[in-house]
């Protein structure tokens, strides 16, 4: 046994599942919210990068001066797209909201290539010292930065629901539409709001991934890992977002361990949690905290 | 459907009512079809043909994918993955096995269809959201298999495959291979739309219009749901093997999501649950490109093509017009082409009254 790498490994884990599960938040987000199921997170991510990347190279901006511009394109880009897209398919079946959302993320994908090319490009350094030590182990800075964005994003959203208005208004829509309008609360608004919160959040994911790693394409998989994390999660449970991702940054990491170590399979860390993901649907179909629907004629 | 047969078009036996072909001109209209395809290859050139050979080979895939989703009401994001399974599946039959490639295609079905019970058997229990998340579990489960079982694909480096032969008769050109699609798109069709016929077809609609009243019918869910996932595997994996025996070539990377994006994007642009419509999606599908090719090419060595780069990022532009014409369908035509032509074609038989 390896134990330090193991260590590394789950560290690394823990890291990389609290992206995943600040992604799935913002899913579940949209989930919960309009009844969406978003196969465009990923791109989120993955637009919200190249703009601000964009924003720091070519207008050599300060970086919090990029990011803050960043999150104010996303919040606009995130409401337009609820507006102009998923607003006329209310009442269409799931089928065809699934459709528009892939079609999006096909989209933006494409136009992502189109205009920034197809290699990963890097960010300009923000931090001065790059490594520190942290129990004997050498742990990058910027990945302290994104485990501490990530909680803090996680500490914004539970007092976003539990305190704020918006948020309030937010769980009385997605508790039930009705009631909620008939309270005076405007239900188009808190759609298109949850939209653009959970773009704004998949983008500040996506921009420290991107500083850890570089601007690519490959951001726009965050999208797909984020289904086994809902899964794990339950679609409509916003802590169960948050252990799911870190199950599923776990697992995925402890697989390429063992696949290292024993299996030599290859390609285990990319396709475990798809396994997981197919295991939990057949024990328990609507995930660890998701509502069991019960249905009556 | 009812809103668009025109006053006076009435039926007086069951007969009529299930009768695929209902009038003389659509008869005619297909004898004809079916000649002029079959005159084909002395009038079209070779690229033309193999448009065509796609088409047919989109079509059939097409088909089964709407039978799942357009019938039964089931997502699934999977379907090139079972593709792939049968172009392996039929190359690996006559490589390891011996067995003639004219049988090889349909037990390449049989071998999807099995896989997809498989994978359909999860599928018995979920619905909707859960479903389309299984079904993208199962095309990357899927992918990776086909990078791993070097036995079964050859690994990286993809599998050659033998051209389709019977007797002593070699298809191994678009004017004889386009006969074999021919073929299989008139066979599969007319299967669907007898199927669509039957006690099992009508079972299948009424699982997707409400399936709690068909429980009540006494229709099994799980038994319909997991039997439509095995039919759309067997159109999948007759595509597949075609496919593969037409381009004498398998490559692993081939089967991607953004293929199986483009089968749903046939179905939704086709028209959900018709089997016409199938056809017309694949064949938009396969045209939308050449249509962004030959754009790009009218603005080559403009001031546009050098400002936007247009030439070197064609496959970019390609994939970006595949998305916006899902969005722009779901917006503006969601029930697709099928129901634009059925519109088209009572406008002129009511023509120059409307009503």
Same mark, same amino acid.
């Given at each position: 046994?390896?134990?330090? /790498?193991?260590?590394?490994?789950?560290?690394?884990?823990?890291?990389?599942?609290?992206?995943?599960?600040?992604?799935?938040?913002?899913?579940?987000?949209?989930?919960?919210?309009?009844?969406?199921?978003?196969?465009?997170?990923?791109?989120?991510?993955?637009?919200?990068?190249?703009?601000?990347?964009?924003?720091?190279?070519?207008?050599?901006?300060?970086?919090?001066?990029?990011?803050?511009?960043?999150?104010?394109?996303?919040?606009?880009?995130?409401?337009?797209?609820?507006?102009?897209?998923?607003?006329?398919?209310?009442?269409?079946?799931?089928?065809?909201?699934?459709?528009?959302?892939?079609?999006?993320?096909?989209?933006?994908?494409?136009?992502?290539?189109?205009?920034?090319?197809?290699?990963?490009?890097?960010?300009?350094?923000?931090?001065?010292?790059?490594?520190?030590? !942290?129990?004997?182990?050498?742990?990058?800075?910027?990945?302290?930065?994104?485990?501490?964005?990530?909680?803090?994003?996680?500490?914004?959203?539970?007092?976003?629901?539990?305190?704020?208005?918006?948020?309030?208004?937010?769980?009385?829509?997605?508790?039930?539409?009705?009631?909620?309008?008939?309270?005076?609360?405007?239900?188009?608004?808190?759609?298109?709001?949850?939209?653009?919160?959970?773009?704004?959040?998949?983008?500040?994911?996506?921009?420290?991934?991107?500083?850890?790693?570089?601007?690519? #394409?490959?951001?726009?998989?965050?999208?797909?890992?984020?289904?086994?994390?809902?899964?794990?999660?339950?679609?409509?449970?916003?802590?169960?977002?948050?252990?799911?991702?870190?199950?599923?940054?776990?697992?995925?990491?402890?697989?390429?361990?063992?696949?290292?170590?024993?299996?030599?399979?290859?390609?285990? =860390?990319?396709?475990?949690?798809?396994?997981?993901?197919?295991?939990?649907?057949?024990?328990?179909?609507?995930? /660890?905290?998701?509502?069991?629907?019960?249905?009556?004629? | 459907?009812?809103?668009?047969?025109?006053?006076?078009?009435?039926?007086? #036996?069951?007969?009529?009512?299930?009768?695929?072909?209902?009038?003389?001109?659509?008869?005619?209209?297909?004898?004809?079809? !079916?000649?002029?395809?079959?005159?084909?290859?002395?009038?079209?050139?070779?690229?033309?043909?193999?448009?065509?050979?796609?088409?047919?080979?989109?079509?059939?895939?097409?088909?089964?994918?709407?039978?799942?989703?357009?019938?039964?009401?089931?997502?699934?994001?999977?379907?090139?993955?079972?593709?792939?399974?049968?172009?392996?599946?039929?190359?690996?039959?006559?490589?390891?096995?011996?067995?003639?490639?004219?049988?090889?295609?349909? !037990?390449?079905?049989?071998?999807?269809?099995?896989?997809?019970?498989?994978?359909?058997?999860?599928?018995?229990?979920?619905?909707?959201?859960?479903?389309?998340?299984?079904?993208?579990?199962?095309?990357?489960?899927?992918?990776?298999?086909?990078?791993?079982?070097?036995?079964?694909?050859? +690994?990286?480096? +993809?599998?050659?495959?033998?051209?389709?032969?019977?007797? +002593?008769?070699?298809?191994?050109?678009?004017?004889?291979? /386009?006969?074999?699609?021919?073929?299989?798109?008139?066979?599969?069709?007319?299967?669907?739309?007898?199927?669509?016929?039957?006690?099992?077809?009508?079972? @299948?609609?009424?699982?997707?219009?409400?399936?709690?009243?068909?429980?009540?019918?006494?229709?099994?869910?799980?038994?319909?749901?997991?039997?439509?996932?095995?039919?759309?595997?067997?159109?999948?994996?007759?595509?597949?093997? @075609? =496919?593969?025996?037409?381009?004498?070539?398998?490559?692993?990377?081939?089967?991607?999501?953004?293929?199986?994006?483009?089968?749903?994007?046939?179905?939704?642009? +086709?028209?959900?649950?018709?089997?016409?419509?199938? /056809?017309?999606?694949?064949?938009?599908?396969? &045209?939308?490109?050449?249509?962004?090719?030959?754009?790009?090419? &009218?603005?080559?060595?403009?001031?546009?093509?050098?400002?936007?780069?247009?030439?070197? #990022?064609?496959?970019?532009?390609?994939?970006?017009?595949?998305?916006?014409?899902?969005?722009?369908?779901?917006?503006?035509?969601?029930?697709?082409?099928?129901?634009?032509?059925?519109?088209?074609?009572?406008?002129?038989?009511? =023509?120059?009254?409307?009503?």
């Amino acid at each position: 046994m390896d134990w330090t /790498l193991l260590l590394q490994l789950t560290l690394n884990g823990l890291i990389v599942g609290a992206l995943y599960g600040v992604v799935a938040m913002s899913f579940v987000l949209i989930y919960k919210a309009s009844q969406v199921v978003n196969f465009a997170q990923g791109e989120f991510l993955l637009v919200g990068a190249w703009v601000c990347w964009w924003m720091l190279t070519e207008w050599q901006l300060p970086f919090w001066m990029g990011f803050l511009f960043t999150l104010a394109f996303m919040t606009i880009f995130g409401m337009v797209l609820q507006v102009m897209v998923l607003r006329p398919l209310i009442g269409e079946p799931v089928i065809s909201v699934i459709m528009a959302t892939i079609g999006l993320g096909i989209f933006f994908q494409a136009l992502m290539k189109w205009i920034f090319g197809v290699f990963a490009k890097p960010f300009p350094p923000i931090f001065t010292t790059e490594q520190v030590s !942290l129990l004997g182990l050498q742990v990058q800075t910027v990945y302290l930065m994104s485990l501490g964005i990530s909680i803090l994003i996680m500490a914004g959203f539970a007092w976003f629901f539990t305190v704020s208005k918006h948020g309030l208004a937010m769980r009385a829509t997605a508790f039930d539409q009705q009631v909620a309008q008939s309270l005076g609360i405007s239900v188009p608004k808190v759609f298109a709001m949850s939209w653009a919160i959970s773009a704004v959040v998949s983008a500040v994911a996506g921009v420290v991934v991107g500083v850890v790693n570089g601007v690519s #394409s490959a951001l726009s998989f965050y999208g797909i890992k984020v289904f086994p994390a809902v899964i794990v999660g339950g679609l409509d449970s916003v802590v169960g977002a948050v252990l799911g991702g870190l199950i599923v940054g776990l697992l995925e990491n402890w697989a390429q361990y063992l696949d290292a170590g024993w299996l030599n399979w290859g390609n285990m =860390y990319t396709v475990a949690p798809f396994y997981a993901l197919i295991l939990i649907l057949l024990v328990k179909p609507y995930g /660890l905290f998701g509502t069991r629907n019960i249905e009556r004629v | 459907m009812s809103a668009t047969t025109p006053s006076g078009d009435f039926r007086t #036996s069951y007969r009529e009512d299930m009768t695929i072909f209902p009038t003389r001109n659509s008869r005619i209209a297909l004898w004809a079809g !079916l000649a002029l395809l079959l005159a084909s290859p002395l009038l079209l050139g070779r690229y033309e043909l193999g448009l065509l050979i796609n088409i047919g080979i989109m079509g059939i895939a097409a088909l089964g994918l709407n039978i799942l989703v357009g019938f039964t009401g089931q997502i699934s994001i999977g379907h090139a993955a079972f593709f792939g399974f049968g172009a392996f599946a039929s190359a690996w039959l006559h490589e390891g096995w011996h067995i003639p490639v004219a049988f090889c295609i349909p !037990l390449a079905g049989l071998m999807t269809a099995l896989v997809g019970l498989v994978f359909g058997a999860p599928a018995a229990r979920l619905k909707g959201l859960y479903l389309a998340i299984a079904t993208l579990a199962a095309q990357f489960i899927l992918e990776d298999f086909f990078a791993r079982a070097q036995w079964f694909t050859g +690994g990286v480096a +993809g599998r050659i495959t033998e051209p389709f032969a019977l007797g +002593g008769w070699v298809a191994d050109r678009e004017e004889t291979y /386009l006969y074999v699609v021919v073929a299989y798109v008139v066979v599969m069709f007319l299967g669907a739309a007898n199927l669509m016929r039957t006690r099992d077809g009508r079972a @299948l609609v009424a699982v997707r219009d409400h399936y709690l009243s068909a429980e009540v019918m006494g229709i099994n869910l799980a038994y319909y749901r997991t039997l439509s996932f095995g039919i759309a595997s067997f159109y999948a994996g007759i595509g597949g093997a @075609l =496919y593969a025996h037409y381009l004498l070539f398998v490559s692993v990377e081939a089967f991607n999501i953004l293929f199986s994006i483009q089968f749903l994007g046939m179905v939704i642009i +086709g028209g959900l649950g018709s089997i016409m419509g199938s /056809l017309m999606g694949a064949a938009f599908m396969v &045209l939308l490109p050449e249509v962004v090719q030959a754009g790009a090419d &009218l603005l080559a060595g403009g001031a546009i093509d050098r400002a936007l780069k247009l030439g070197a #990022s064609i496959s970019f532009l390609r994939e970006m017009a595949v998305g916006a014409a899902i969005i722009l369908f779901l917006l503006f035509e969601p029930d697709g082409l099928a129901h634009r032509w059925r519109l088209i074609k009572a406008y002129w038989k009511l =023509y120059p009254y409307s009503h």
